[in-house]
């Protein structure tokens, strides 16, 4: 990916849809275990992001959005532990879920 962030109009729609998808998964967050909240955040809901983020650098404020919304979304608005605990795999005693962050950089 650019090492420069992308204009911001690359990005529009997709906070929205990113959006959408987490507010259509919260009916069922209390049926579901933190590892089962990690799996649907992973591979339905930030996978949404992968081809994006391979081709452009996301802005910052971008970033930090969707930080904001996964961990809403992760901890039903209430914060147990820092999301670098959440991002540690299982062995560590973390919930395994994926770093955007790392992402951009792996990118």
């Known amino acids: ?7 911001p109009e690359n990005w529009q729609g997709l ?3 990113v959006a959408g998808r987490l507010r259509g998964w919260t009916g069922l967050l209390w049926c579901l275990s933190l ?5 649907v955040l992973n591979q339905l ?6 081809h994006r983020l391979n081709t452009l650098c996301p802005p910052p404020a971008f ?4 930080q904001r919304l996964v961990l809403e979304f ?3 608005g209430l914060h147990w ?23 951009v950089h792996v990118f």
Do not use: D
């Open 81 to 103: 532990v820092s999301a670098g605990v959440l991002h540690l795999p299982l062995e560590e005693g973390g919930q395994g879920l994926t770093c955007m962050r790392t992402q």
């Open 63 to 66: 970033l930090a959005n969707l």
């Open 45 to 50: 809901v930030l996978s949404m992001l992968w």
């Open 15 to 17: 906070e929205g849809r």
């Open 35 to 39: 590892q089962g909240r990690a799996l």
């Open 1 to 7: 990916s650019a090492t420069h962030p992308s204009p």
């Open 74 to 76: 992760f901890w039903l």
